[in-house]
């Protein structure tokens, strides 16, 4: 585990610049578009006006950036869904038949460019399993359930189980999954504890307890998934085939959601990885939401968009990235925070589902990394031109500023202009 920043630290070393401090990015993906007409925003910084989708940024709207107008050229005219999916991260060409082809993705590109600098890489979670098979076009499901992909041939397998997630992260294997993390860092906490300003040792105090109660409530969730396990066993067939709770995933969604944006929020604090990305809902998705009085599954849904009930799931999933955009700005950072130094992107495949419309997505941005990114304001390039409007262009402007200089990625050449 990583410290926190804490003013008491400069004594133990060279004075913090606020360049010494990590970049961080993150994606948090929800499948089938939103209801555009609750979508919008206009102005900049504390004027800013944020739609009723969009309204649960409402505490940190001078971090964001909401981008209208992009869109994923080569995911067009291919088809439904998967085609739509498989290259929305690479902008690669994506292939039909038995053999999967699409991109590396950006998460992956920047986790292979810093990667070794944390004890993992990158983590890829997911609040769905994946699906198998071909859907009608002639794609491949894998496009559909998965985001980041390591190599054209090969994603990143999502991991959905919060205990898993966090077992991964801190190195938790054999018997120390029964032993706090805590435990096996208090020996040297207590001795720092001795060194610091007594408003630093609150701020660690306020750190490590933080970590415990995630971690507790990851410890349930344990529990769940070995009951799982045994059940499986009694009823002789896989785990992921049952129906959650039944194999050991949260039965209500918001736990599951909120936890693994925990989980990420602590991976950045804790420094064990810098990349992340969050699958809330994989595109074709079979999420119900019963707490949201929706009575249809997740992809039904999205064929009525403009409903009262698909804007309700829009909001819950952009409301992921306001709960983990408000708690990376609740950790100071120097002069700043956690999210100043991080860029956290929400993006779906598609605008809208009634007509399964890719021709612009929605975007937003969260975070300045270090500020390279300026925030507060709305973009709009709809009606740019395709060649200025290209979310690899995005891409390239966020790799430049992790030091990532390419010449071109995916169909961009050129970086977004305004950025």
């Known amino acids: 585990m990583a410290l926190p920043w804490l003013q008491s630290l400069p004594a133990f070393g060279a004075k913090t610049a606020p360049a010494a401090f990590p970049k961080r990015f993150a994606v948090l993906f929800m499948g089938m578009g939103i209801n555009e007409n609750f979508w919008s925003a206009e102005g900049s910084g504390a004027d800013m006006k944020l739609s009723r989708t969009l309204a649960p940024l409402e505490p940190v709207k001078r971090k964001i950036n909401v981008i209208e107008g992009l869109f994923n050229k080569p995911a067009t005219g291919l088809g439904i869904h998967p085609a739509q999916t498989g290259s929305l991260l690479s902008g690669a060409k994506i292939q039909k038949g038995a053999i999967i082809k699409a991109g590396v993705t950006i998460d992956q590109v920047i986790a292979n460019r810093i990667g070794q600098d944390t004890g993992q890489s990158s983590i890829v979670l997911a609040c769905e399993q994946p699906m198998t098979g071909y859907h009608e076009t002639n794609f491949s499901m894998a496009y559909s359930s998965h985001i980041s992909w390591q190599s054209p041939d090969s994603p990143v397998p999502n991991e959905v189980y919060p205990s898993l997630a966090f077992d991964n992260l801190f190195e938790n294997r054999g018997t120390l999954r029964n032993m706090s993390i805590l435990d096996r860092v208090k020996d040297d906490a207590a001795a720092l504890a001795r060194q610091i300003s007594s408003n630093d040792k609150a701020k660690l105090d306020e750190y490590l307890t933080s970590v415990r109660e995630v971690e507790k409530r990851v ?109 990376l700005d609740s950790m100071p950072e120097g002069d700043g925070t956690v999210l100043d130094n991080s860029c956290l992107m929400f993006l779906s495949n598609m605008w809208h589902g009634r007509k399964h419309d890719n021709t612009r997505l929605p975007v937003v941005l969260a975070g300045g990394l270090g500020g390279a990114l300026k925030t507060g304001r709305t973009l709009n390039y709809l009606d740019a031109g395709d060649d200025n409007r290209k979310l690899c262009s995005l891409y390239l402007s966020i790799m430049d500023r992790f030091g990532i200089p390419l010449d071109s990625f995916g169909d961009a050449q050129t970086r977004l202009e305004q950025l």
Do not use: W
């Open 219 to 327: 410890d349930g969730m344990r529990r769940i998934k070995d009951q799982a396990g045994d059940l499986a066993k009694q009823r002789n067939r896989p785990v992921f085939s049952m129906e959650r709770p039944a194999n050991g995933l949260p039965e209500d969604l918001r736990e599951h959601a909120r936890l693994m944006c925990d989980i990420i929020a602590i991976a950045f604090q804790t420094d064990r990885t810098r990349v992340a990305t969050l699958l809330l809902a994989r595109d074709l998705s079979a999420l119900y939401y019963p707490f949201l009085n929706v009575r249809e599954g997740h992809h039904a849904a999205s064929h009525d968009n403009l409903s009262e009930g698909y804007e309700r799931i829009s909001h819950f999933h952009l409301s992921q990235l306001a709960y983990l955009a408000t708690k």
